[in-house]
T-cell receptor, first 115, second 110 residues
């Protein structure tokens, strides 16, 4: 049973470009969460999605960031017009239930570097 | 605002030592406290605690929750170099997001 798969593992973008990060949850999991980890900081919640629905996006920056989890295919975290401050590790996690009912299973992260 | 605070920020010990990592939390409508181990990859789940005073144990690792004092500890006995990692504590509340602390960086020297 494959774990949470994220790609790309590393992404380099120049300021102003777009970054797309993909996440395939564990088989049988219908809940996806995106977290951002800045150097020397903990994981910060960004968004919680179920298939075709954004449930909680309270941690998403108001501009340039968007997320989706379509009926078919992986969840996508999209960052438009990237800036240096977007450089971070972006972790995806999945669960079969709401997170408070069980643990989250994390992917290995996508490390975005903005030049 | 919900927050989770871990201490110490970092710790260096020698193999065979016992360590205690601390986590205090303020989480609205608290439901659970989770511990994760993060090496240079995905955080891996260690424990989930929902009830006060009941120790959870897995090999050399154990953890306990005090819901009155809003506190949890993670103990590692007979440490090994493979225990070197960042240990993350997270609180889960009524919403579906986990609030993470900044972690404790543990280095176990041979």
């Amino acid at each position: 049973n494959a774990g949470v798969m994220q790609n790309p593992r590393h992404l380099v973008r120049r300021r102003g470009q777009e970054a797309r990060l993909r996440c395939s949850p564990m088989k049988g999991h219908s809940h996806v969460y995106w977290y951002r980890q800045l150097p020397e900081e903990g994981l910060k919640f960004m968004v919680y999605l179920q298939k075709e629905n954004i449930i909680d996006e309270s941690g998403m920056p108001k501009e340039r960031f968007s997320a989706e989890f379509p009926k078919e295919g992986p969840s996508i975290l999209r960052i438009q017009q990237v800036v240096r401050g977007d450089s971070a590790a972006y972790f995806c996690a999945s669960s079969p239930l709401d997170s408070w009912a069980g643990e989250l299973f994390f992917g290995e992260g996508s490390r975005l570097t903005v030049l | 605002e919900d927050k989770v605070v871990q201490s110490p920020l970092s710790l260096v010990v020698h193999e065979g030592d016992t360590v205690t990592l601390n986590c205090s939390y303020e989480v609205t409508n608290f439901r659970s406290l989770l511990w994760y181990k993060q090496e240079k990859k995905a955080p891996t789940f260690l424990f989930m605690l929902t009830s006060s005073g009941i120790e959870k144990k897995s090999g050399r690792l154990s953890s306990i929750l005090d819901k009155k004092e809003l506190f949890s500890i993670l103990n590692i006995t007979a440490t090994q170099t493979g225990d070197s990692a960042i240990y993350l504590c997270a609180g889960g509340g009524a919403t579906n997001k986990l609030i993470f602390g900044t972690g404790t960086l543990l280095a176990v020297q041979p």
